[in-house]
């Protein structure tokens, strides 16, 4: 399905892309090296390599795609959200032979670094990145984790740890385009990913809501 926006439209949702994935790679970029973007050799690194890390999802509606990334084709971050509101983890790939890629954002209101967690609310944002279209569920009351693990990996600091976050989970609603003229619905998806947390981050004494 094309949509066809508004000037004023298309400001707003470049606003938005270059906003998330500006926070994004933000949040990352205080605990890790890795760059972000879309050749094997970055997201390889990025990602942790080997089938470690995946993103499998269906998507019907304004965006038809199914996905499959693992590997080289999966570029991936994450961190905490600000003020302390839980987990976020970011995971791209090609949406088509075109060159497009797609950013899936998952925010999910949990700890950093605890360890395993079922029946979580999550937020779902997709982006294709060439900075026309955004969709999101807007909220955590529309998608939910059936299971999320946070697993923490070798080396890291005194400072900042890396951790695999791996889930799978369901939308029962869709998320929809700015000018909710465009919804994509999201039925099960599974990930694989990694996010870069601080000492404090780690040692958070509160339950985010």
């Known amino acids: 399905m094309r949509m066809t926006l508004r000037p004023d439209s298309k400001r707003r949702i470049r606003a938005l892309s270059l906003l998330a994935l500006a926070s994004v790679g933000a949040g990352c970029s205080r605990h890790s090296a890795h760059p972000t973007a ?33 590997g080289a084709a999966l570029a991936c971050e994450g961190s905490a959200r600000p003020n302390g509101e839980g987990v976020r983890i970011s995971l791209s790939g090609p949406l088509d032979a075109s060159g497009r890629t797609l950013r899936m954002l998952i925010g999910v209101p949990t700890l950093p670094g605890r360890a395993s967690a079922t029946a979580l609310p999550a937020n779902v944002t997709l982006i294709i990145e060439d900075g026309k279209r955004v969709y999101s569920t807007r909220g955590d009351d529309k998608c939910t984790l059936d299971t999320l693990t946070q697993e ?6 005194e400072y900042a740890r890396t951790y695999r976050i791996s889930g799978r989970g369901f939308c029962v609603d869709p998320a929809s385009s700015l000018d909710q003229n465009g919804r994509v619905f999201i039925n099960r998806f599974d990930f694989a990913g990694r996010a870069d947390f601080s000492t404090d981050e780690l040692h958070a004494e509160h339950q985010p809501t």
């Open 152 to 157: 923490p990996l070798p080396g890291g600091s």
């Open 38 to 70: 879309s050749a094997p050799s970055a997201a390889i690194a990025g990602c942790l390599g080997t089938q470690s890390t995946y993103l499998r999802a269906q998507l019907r509606g304004a965006l038809e795609a199914d996905l499959d990334w693992s």
